[in-house]
């Protein structure tokens, strides 16, 4: 019997790049970046680790932390604004399921959704996923709105 693997686009990397000390993942990220993060005005960082679940002890042995590497954290002030994770699409492809139950527990511990970003030629799609009322993905221009536009 053959066990064959699911094809993601998460099984497929991307061109890794350095730019501005920083190491995008994927060229789609570095042009998220240029175009929309670096000059929005806003503090933010890239490739933010996030725990969702920490270390804890199970009877004699350790059972490791959960984190979620998000593509950029977009902070206003000491309060996180944006959650960005840049994807090629909305699709099961595009997002598998370990990515979508992260995003759930980003929400749970930090209050902030995970915003996936499809970018475009002259803007970018953002969606919120994992809700139990579907969210209508918008076109968006700028980083300088608030999440709870998306979620409402």
Avoid: C, W
Avoid at 27 to 50: A, H, P, T, W
Avoid at 65 to 85: E, P
Avoid at 131 to 137: D, F, G, L, Q, R
């Amino acid at each position: 019997m053959t066990v064959r693997r699911k094809v993601t686009s998460a099984s497929h990397f991307g061109k890794k790049s350095f730019v501005d000390s920083y190491k995008f993942d994927s060229q789609k990220e570095l042009d998220f970046y240029l175009r929309y993060i670096k000059n929005s005005g806003y503090e933010f960082e890239v490739q933010k680790n996030l725990v969702l679940v920490d270390k804890f002890t199970l009877g004699s042995h350790n059972v490791r932390s959960v984190s979620y590497k998000a593509d950029f954290v977009v902070l206003d002030g000491d309060r996180i604004k944006h959650v960005y994770d840049v994807k090629n699409g909305f699709n099961s492809y595009a997002i598998d399921d370990k990515s979508q139950l992260k995003f759930k527990l980003v929400a749970q511990r930090y209050h902030v959704p995970v915003e996936v970003v499809v970018l475009r030629k002259h803007d970018f799609r953002v969606g919120v996923l994992g809700t139990t009322k579907k969210i209508e993905v918008q076109a968006r221009t700028n980083i300088d709105y608030d999440y709870s536009e998306l979620i409402g």
